[in-house]
DNA sequence: TCATTTCACTAGAACGATCTAGAAGCCTGA
DNA sequence: TCAGGCTTCTAGATCGTTCTAGTGAAATGA
């Protein structure tokens, strides 16, 4: 029904142009040695037909490809605001994203395997789950940028957050409030869990104060559990291993009868959009995902372009106090 | 530092096994024409080399990439839903699914000429924001199918929800619990807030209800501000442009006092994660979104395999009756 | 027995770009 | 006037596949 007609080649241009399809190659990528005038010429041309570059054949002969692939996780929301700050970054640095989606029923090696094809020059994998030798692995082809997870082995790069110093903020902010019975809702099996765990035991234990830990995790049904289980001698404040467990916690608070921060200060952990809600107002350690994100294509980019060894980047997280946390109540 | 290189080729593989690159090519498509003993011969000498095919080179000579280009938003986190019911639904397909993102500083044209270079054979759009002529230009080059948007012209495909029917259902549900105060908090400029508006009129006076109509959109402060501004005459059940703005206008209502479902009931929209949230628990109107996500993949599967014109799909969605509706208290 | 078909395989031309090497034209300076 | 050096342009090879049109040998049929 619809004409599919054939799409115009270098060849059909350069023949309307009256001039060799090299050049029309050479206009075509803005490189230097053409005259304006053909230059001009051959732009017009290619215009009339609606000529776009056929991106497989350039990058079959050019093993440049100017694409980074860039795998993320469609569980986790927070992956898409760092999907829209590397799109910016890449644009920004010439480069272009291949996207690929990790699933429930489409492991990692397959996105990755996948972004291969397409032809990237470079992978940023958000949390990757595979093995380091597994990384290692594919870092043989290509640089591989670990993003938000930081054991990934010496060949491969990675850019990631401070956990044991967004830890010790979170500690440093209750404590300077007021506050001394602290609890930590932590990730369970998550990625991250167990440096933030151990993290909060020790800078507890630094100021002499009492670890004291409750198995959590990554969502909001976690953070409820744990919640309830607090019962008995409740804390005057929680850390939450992430900003949705918070939320589920501050949920079961409610439900007790208690307020937020009045009579317990929540804080949660990426400051991502759940916390940015008007009607939560959640105070959060932001790992300022978009910087680390452009930090990751930069990385990636440097990579490639360059011949220096990978690395690891570790930034500083900070904290963003909100409506959550405040001062004990008096005797808390 | 680390060494790239050269991956493997046909030609490598053939003089491994001793036979031509066609054959190889043969054996590597699982195309017939070759003995069972030289296959396993050549699929030993690929394995043993770490031979993978070339996409870029297949894709240049084979017109067929069997790969669907498929856009989505960042900003809506029930797309990251859509993305994987397609990928599954492409995968059974045979096919490989290239993602591009739509970003504030990344126009949904620059996205699709992405997938377009990326080579994709047919385009699925959810809820594209281009006009019917300029997804027209897009289907003159290859099959458009558009992803709960279905006024999107006569060259387009399209896979939607009958809003109609969805709002028809939530009076429906309210009515039979026994309301007859009830108030729709539109999606102000959002796409398809105009037709479920407009059904939310006629279905109310076909029952000789007053249709009370209140400015939204599509976030949670949408749904606050629209429920702070309830406060005078308050009516006895609520219908949320979407399941987002439900949770504000919940948010509000906590605020000013009332309970739900016992004061007042709210009904949201796309049964997304927040409505399954266990605190939140929502009463919704399910799109079903993975189902059309998978009728939009078929549909652009057909497309490009068969010779059928393009043609609009409209599925009935359904209620999933949770903890935020039910009968008013008496008097009410 | 010999023509015909089938099967397993191969040589070489595509696909649509980029890249290399070199040619043609024009300028410059001695 | 001519060597040398630009600048502008071109022919042809090349990237790694798939496709077309075969070839040769074995199997089949009359």
């Given at each position: 029904m619809t004409e599919q007609q054939r799409r115009p080649t270098l060849m059909d241009v350069a023949q309307a142009a009256g001039v060799s399809r090299a050049l029309v190659s050479i206009v075509m990528r803005g490189a230097p040695g053409a005259a304006e005038a053909t230059r001009q010429k051959v732009l017009g041309a290619a215009r009339e037909?609606?000529?776009?570059?056929?991106?497989?054949?350039?990058?079959?002969?050019?093993?440049?490809?100017?694409?980074?692939?860039?795998?993320?996780?469609?569980?986790?929301?927070?992956?898409?605001?760092i999907v829209d700050a590397a799109y910016a970054e890449a644009s920004a640095k010439g480069y272009e994203l291949a996207l690929g989606g990790v699933t429930s029923g489409r492991p990692e090696d397959r996105t990755i395997?996948?972004?291969?094809?397409?032809?990237?020059?470079?992978l940023i994998l958000i949390s990757p789950t595979l093995s380091s030798d597994e990384l290692a692995r594919y870092a043989g082809q290509v640089p591989v940028v670990s993003l938000l997870r930081n054991d990934v082995g010496e060949l491969t790069d990675?850019?990631?957050?401070?956990?044991?110093e967004g830890i010790r903020m979170a500690v440093e902010h209750l404590v300077s409030l007021g506050h001394r019975r602290i609890v930590h809702i932590d990730g369970g099996t998550a990625v991250s869990a167990e440096p933030r765990r151990s993290a909060f035991?020790?800078?507890m234990e630094r100021r002499g104060l009492e670890p004291a830990i409750i198995a959590g995790g990554a969502m909001e049904e976690d953070g409820m559990t744990a919640g309830n289980s607090?019962?008995?001698?409740m804390p005057t404040a929680v850390i939450a291993f992430n900003d949705r467990s918070a939320l589920g916690l501050i949920e079961s608070l409610r439900a007790q009868g208690l307020k937020v921060p009045a009579d317990v200060s929540v804080l949660g952990?990426?400051?991502?959009?759940?916390?940015?809600?008007?009607?939560?107002?959640?105070?959060s350690i932001s790992q300022d995902a978009p910087l680390l994100a452009a930090a990751a294509v930069d990385r990636a980019v440097a990579r490639i372009e360059g011949t220096q060894p990978p690395g690891h980047v570790v930034r500083t997280p900070h904290l963003v106090a909100r409506r959550t946390t405040a001062a004990p109540a008096a005797g808390g």
């Open positions: 037909l609606g000529y776009r570059p056929d991106s497989r054949a350039r990058l079959l002969r050019s093993t440049r490809t100017k694409l980074l692939g860039l795998s993320f996780s469609t569980a986790h929301a927070f992956h898409a605001e395997e996948a972004l291969l094809d397409f032809g990237s020059e470079a990675s850019v990631s957050s401070d956990d044991y035991r020790a800078e607090l019962g008995p001698d952990y990426d400051d991502s959009m759940f916390a940015r809600l008007s009607y939560v107002q959640l105070s």
